[in-house]
């Protein structure tokens, strides 16, 4: 059995930001470091077929109503922002620098930063000056993550980091592997937590 779970999301995604505001307290409980590893969800959904969940009928009302609903249930700040969804790129790009130059526990306060700007406040996080000002907040200079957000090396690490996610089946956000069971979805974080327990069934 092993101590770490694979968290995988985007930063467009409105239940990977709901994942974001209960893994910390999973982590605790289950005794598991999660291993945040934001990707491009867009490139899972050309694989699998799938469609954002707004463009689609019936289905785009129902979760609109059901993030805000989330949000009541659980006492997170919600806003469903005007620019939605986005390619999350810039964030991606500079949380994958932040992570190999400054760590992973920086590389999560970003992440963090990054969702609740996005969805708590409805600031756009796909522009890349937005991005790197967010990094102000942890101490990372504006110009460092600007160089980033356009440098080859992190366009192609985030690239790699997605295809690499897909290779392992991941075709939606959020979506946690833990000792080899992947479980897609923010609605299943409690049977995970069970799985986790239990040392699976």
């Not at 709901?18 to 999973?26: E, N, S, Y």
């Not at 050309?46 to 463009?55: D, F, H, T």
């Not at 609109?64 to 919600?78: F, K, Q, S, V």
Request: proline residues 6%.
């Amino acid at each position: 059995m092993g101590t770490t779970v694979d968290f995988y999301f985007d930063f467009s995604s409105p239940y990977g930001y709901f994942a974001r505001h209960a893994v910390d307290a999973l982590s605790a409980r289950c005794q598991r470091d999660f291993v945040w590893k934001p990707i491009l969800i867009g490139a899972a959904f050309k694989v699998s077929g799938n469609q954002p969940l707004m463009s689609q009928p019936l289905k785009g009302p129902y979760c609109a109503h059901d993030w805000e609903r989330l949000g009541r249930l659980y006492n997170i700040p919600w806003v469903l922002p005007a620019n939605f969804p986005i390619a999350a790129l810039a964030p991606a790009r500079a949380f994958w620098w932040i992570e190999a130059t400054r760590g992973a526990e920086l590389a999560r306060q970003y992440a963090m930063a990054v969702f609740d700007s996005y969805f708590g406040k409805g600031i756009d996080i796909s522009n890349h000056e937005t991005a790197a000002d967010l990094g102000q907040l942890h101490g990372i200079a504006r110009s460092d993550l600007l160089g980033a957000i356009e440098d080859p090396i992190w366009k192609n690490r985030l690239k790699d980091e997605t295809d690499a996610a897909i290779a392992k089946g991941v075709f939606g956000s959020p979506f946690f592997i833990v000792d080899g069971e992947s479980f897609w979805g923010f609605d299943r974080i409690p049977m995970m937590e069970e799985w986790i327990r239990r040392g699976g069934w």
